[in-house]
């Protein structure tokens, strides 16, 4: 199976720019679709983005959307979420997750095999 660690959370000012960085184990991730969640306090799990295998087909939440970026290195194993114009509405320990299927672009999380462990992203104001 995967293993999936998310790295690269941290606490960041209104405004400011975090990039996280998912880094797989045990296998590669080329043929797994891709997908980050996240969830605040006294919230449900709610989806960020996902991506397909190769990279060309990408999909965002609408509360994101133009603010983060999805993307993936397959030869280095990561998936990346670049956040920029944080918001204190940000705040959440964000998840990482692993599709079997490779073209799962879905926010459904009955999709994703696979989860990490979870990095905090605090936005102060």
């Known amino acids: 199976q995967v293993q999936l660690v998310e790295s690269g959370g941290g606490l960041v000012q209104a405004g400011g720019s975090l990039r996280l960085s998912c880094s797989a184990s045990?296998?590669?991730?080329?043929?797994?679709?891709m997908g980050w969640f996240r969830q605040a306090p006294g919230k449900e799990r709610e989806f960020v983005s996902a991506?397909?295998?190769?990279?060309?087909?990408?999909n965002y939440a609408d509360s994101v959307k133009g603010r983060f970026t999805i993307s993936r290195d397959n030869p280095k194993n990561t998936v990346y979420l670049q956040m920029n114009s944080l918001k204190p509405g940000d705040t959440a320990v964000y998840y990482c997750?692993?599709?079997?299927?490779?073209?799962?672009?879905?926010?459904?999380?009955?999709?994703?095999?696979?989860w990490g462990q979870g990095t905090q992203v605090t936005v102060s104001s």
């Open positions: 997750a692993a599709s079997r299927d490779p073209t799962v672009v879905s926010g459904r999380q009955t999709l994703y095999d696979y």
């Open positions: 045990g296998r590669t991730l080329n043929m797994y679709a």
């Open positions: 991506i397909m295998w190769y990279g060309g087909i990408t």
